[in-house]
């Protein structure tokens, strides 16, 4: 069954990138369960991220916030996809996190339902973002790797998981993605 899914993710994210589709086609869940998409962050650059609550680099979520909220008024908005690959890292339910990010982090970003970013199981936006045929290509190597996405929908520029989000290599990209027309 798990291989089924497995196949149909990567068949979803084949046929949207042969029809030219977006990343903001792909469906999604929110944090609470319910359908979504990247259709409402259309035109804005957007810094998704694969989550996870029990990590040495959780504390990022700190510096994503402020990002967010720095920016959040320019067109930027940081989106949290929590993911358990990596270390067995984020076990909680959607609630559960959702509660320790708001509680512990006063994340107000937009949070999504937990996902794979590698392996048989890889999410379609995942696909998309580091499959083959991607502008970045490449296994998650852990907890927080992070993609910017230009104001087009384009994937811009990969940063690995030790990258913080506010280092002057990631701050300079979202605000040249900002000025772009």
Same mark, same amino acid.
């Given at each position: ?5 497995s196949?149909?993710?990567?068949l ?12 903001y086609?792909i ?5 609470d369960g ?6 409402s ?8 991220v ?6 040495g680099l ?7 916030e402020a990002?967010h909220?720095?920016?959040s008024?320019?067109g ?10 990596f270390?067995?890292? &984020? !076990?909680? @339910?959607?609630?559960? $996190? *959702?509660?320790?990010c708001s %509680? ?7 949070m ?11 999410h379609?936006?995942?696909t998309?973002?580091a499959?083959?045929?991607a ?10 790797g ?6 087009d929908g ?9 990258? &913080? !989000?506010? @280092?002057?290599?990631? $701050? *300079?990209?979202?605000e040249? %993605?900002l000025?772009?027309k």
């Open positions: 069954m798990k291989s089924l899914l196949l149909a993710a990567v979803c994210a084949v046929t949207l990138m042969a029809e030219d589709k977006s990343l086609e469906p999604l869940k929110d944090i319910k359908a979504a998409s990247l259709k962050y259309k035109g804005k650059v957007l810094l998704v694969n989550v996870a609550s029990k990590c959780t504390k990022q979520y700190k510096t994503l990002a909220t720095k920016y008024d320019k930027f908005v940081v989106l949290g996809f929590p993911c358990n690959q270390g067995k890292q &984020e !076990p909680g @339910s959607n609630a559960e $996190i *959702k509660e320790f %509680a512990k982090y006063s994340v107000t970003f937009p999504f339902d937990k996902l794979e970013v590698n392996g048989p199981g890889r379609a936006l995942y998309a973002l499959g083959e045929g502008a970045f290509p490449g296994d998650i190597k852990w907890n927080f992070k993609f910017l996405i230009g104001k384009k994937v811009i520029k990969r940063f690995e998981p030790r990258t &913080e !989000p506010d @280092s002057p290599e990631v $701050i *300079k990209a979202i040249e %993605a000025a772009a």
